[in-house]
């Protein structure tokens, strides 16, 4: 089986794995190891996450100030305000955040719920 011509565009790819892939869960599952692995390489947990923890209790106020609704809310905004401190895109740090098997982020609600508001 051979690529068409378009191969180096990534969609193309991607739906290419797809079609040859049983199912679209096995494709999101093998997408999620590959996430999860990059995520290991670029910030291990061993540094990361007591540096995240202790970074989110510094800068509470800050991150209220996002309103956040859910926790893939305070993941999104936790990451978008971080970038420029860790020196990572937003897009990582938040792969990072939700890293199984024990996502960062719940961590975070655990220690500050007050982070995460109900809708009225």
């Known amino acids: 089986m051979h690529l068409d011509e378009d191969a180096d565009d990534i969609s193309s790819i991607r739906e290419w794995i797809r079609e040859t892939t049983a199912t679209e869960e096995y494709y999101d599952n093998i997408e999620n190891q590959a996430r999860t692995f990059a995520s290991n390489i670029i910030l291990p947990s061993l540094i990361f996450d007591s540096?995240?923890?202790?970074?989110?209790?510094?800068?509470?106020?800050?991150?209220?100030?996002?309103?956040?609704?859910?926790g893939e809310d305070l993941a999104y905004n936790i990451a978008s305000i971080m970038n420029d401190v860790v020196g990572v895109s937003p897009y990582i740090i938040e792969i990072t955040l939700n890293r199984w098997p024990n996502p960062l982020i719940g961590q975070?609600?655990?220690?500050?719920?007050?982070?995460?508001?109900r809708k009225k």
Do not use: A, M, Q
């Open 108 to 117: 975070i609600l655990e220690k500050h719920p007050e982070l995460v508001t």
């Open 51 to 70: 540096f995240t923890l202790g970074w989110v209790s510094k800068n509470l106020d800050i991150i209220k100030e996002c309103n956040n609704t859910t």
